[in-house]
Nanobody, 120 residues
């Protein structure tokens, strides 16, 4: 089994920063790409950013220049540094990881989500 645990969400004022973390644990052999998605109330599940095992990154247009995704592969951890936050960034943020387990099965795993609220 593989578990992903997010942390770092909370309430922040517009223009402020917030840093999310997500660590994968369990029966892991290799962690390939990791990423962050978000879902605001009444809206669809959207991609925020991804990062490959080689460090290549991809961002949604709405967060380019404001958010930075990074990872510590030794710790199976992915981070999302969010700057210049806007009220429209308010959502539940989910991390995900493409994992090859020790049992040599490969699949996508998701965390339970962490709430980010941007409000004055």
């Amino acid at each position: 089994q593989v578990q992903l645990a997010e942390s770092g969400g909370g309430l922040v004022q517009p223009g402020g920063p917030l840093r999310l973390s997500c660590t994968a644990s369990g029966s892991i052999f290799i962690v390939y790409a990791m990423g962050w998605h978000c879902q605001a109330p009444g809206k669809q599940h959207d991609l925020v950013a991804t990062i490959t095992s080689g460090g290549s990154t991809n961002y949604a247009d709405s967060v380019k220049g404001r958010f930075t995704i990074s990872r510590d592969s030794a710790k199976n951890t992915v981070y999302l540094q969010m700057n210049s936050l806007k009220p429209e960034d308010t959502a539940v943020y989910y991390c995900n990881a493409d994992v090859l387990t020790a049992m040599t099965t490969r699949g996508a795993y998701w965390g339970q989500g962490t709430q980010v609220t941007v409000s004055s």
